[in-house]
Nanobody, 122 residues
Framework: QVQLVESGGGLVQPGGSLRLSCAAA????????IGWFRQAPGQAREEVAC????????SYADSVKGRFTITRENAKNMVYLQMSSLQPDDTAVYYC???????????????WGQGTQVTVSS
């Protein structure tokens, strides 16, 4: 089991960038596929991006392709989500969790943490 903690959220203007971090508070995340999800007010949680344990596979939601990049540094026990060209529709609480792949989608396989708030607004 691995416990993950998100950080790096904040307020950013449209067109701006942010980098979110996902750290293993307990355990070692190098053995796990990790995904980022987000939940906007009044909406269901949705998949954003995920990465395999060896970093050989990455996938992205269509809404963030070309703007977001998921990376990992297993030696530091960290996974990141680099977000650029942010838009108001990207406003949400962002979560990282362990995942598995099913039907071409990354599905949550762990527990949800507190998340980190990203607000895109002028």
């Amino acid at each position: 089991q691995v416990q993950l903690v998100e950080s790096g959220g904040g307020l950013v203007q449209p067109g701006g960038s942010l980098r979110l971090s996902c750290a293993a508070a307990e355990g070692n995340l190098e053995y796990y596929w990790i995904g980022w999800f987000r939940q906007a007010p009044g909406q269901a949680r949705e998949e954003v991006a995920c990465v395999s344990n060896t970093d050989g596979y990455r996938s992205y939601a269509d809404s963030v392709k070309g703007r977001f990049t998921i990376t990992r540094e297993n030696a530091k026990n960290m996974v990141y989500l680099q977000m650029s060209s942010l838009q108001p529709d990207d406003t949400a609480v962002y979560y990282c969790t362990t995942v598995y792949v099913q039907g071409g989608h990354c599905r949550n396989s762990g527990s949800w943490g507190q998340g980190t708030q990203v607000t895109v607004s002028s």
